[in-house]
């Protein structure tokens, strides 16, 4: 008679991740008190999760390693190995993020400028993925941007009161300047770029404060 298979041993699953989740540390395991070995392959493991949701600059690798209480050469050492394959590049990350922020976010360069700086990206590496943005791809994306606001603003404005259609057409440009200024134009092209389009818009805004 064959034996009811409920009977037998059940076999342990390993998965292709189980190597991966054998070296995380246990909770409530102090990662510096591992051996250096271990804690190398434990750091590796975290960047490459880290790496895998999103591209991060080397000074966000080591502050999420410091915080998880990795040596600091343990540290140096595995992000030099990353760097050395190219998984960790600055020059490449912020190149990367000044394009990703500017086309799709509507970024201008003070304020890309200002999230590279809290990426901890060097100041001259930064320098140079904000050059591969010129003045007029900066006027561009602040055109693009008015005009959007224009078409889909909702702009409840009351015409009626002191000043009329010339202080409600003056707080529509404080409105469209500072919505620019958030993301980061120069104030002199902002109320350039501002001015042209109403201008252009013409008879439609007369409308709106009509």
Do not use: N
């Amino acid at each position: 008679m064959e034996p009811d298979d409920r009977s037998r041993p059940a076999r342990r699953r390993v998965d292709d991740g189980g190597e991966q989740r054998r070296r995380e540390p246990r909770r409530g395991v102090d990662v510096g008190s591992l051996a250096p070995a271990e804690q190398e392959a434990q750091a590796k493991d975290l960047c490459l999760r880290l790496l895998t949701d999103r591209a991060r600059s080397r000074a966000e690798l080591s502050k999420k390693l410091t915080d998880k209480g990795f040596a600091p050469d343990v540290i140096v050492r595995v992000l030099d190995r990353l760097a050395e394959v190219k998984l960790v590049d600055d020059a490449a990350f912020a190149s990367q993020w000044v394009h990703s922020r500017h086309t799709y976010s509507g970024k201008g360069k003070r304020a890309l400028a200002m999230e590279l700086r809290t990426k901890g990206v060097a100041p001259e590496v930064a320098a140079t993925a904000l050059d591969e943005i010129d003045s007029d791809d900066e006027r561009a994306r602040a055109t693009e941007l008015v005009r959007r606001k224009l078409r889909t603003a909702s702009l409840d404005f009351e015409v009626d009161g002191p000043g009329g259609r010339s202080s409600e057409r003056d707080r529509l440009v404080r409105r469209l300047v500072s919505m620019l200024a958030r993301r980061g134009y120069p104030q002199g092209m902002s109320f350039d770029v501002v001015k042209t389009e109403l201008a252009q818009a013409g008879s439609e805004i007369d409308e709106l404060l009509d």
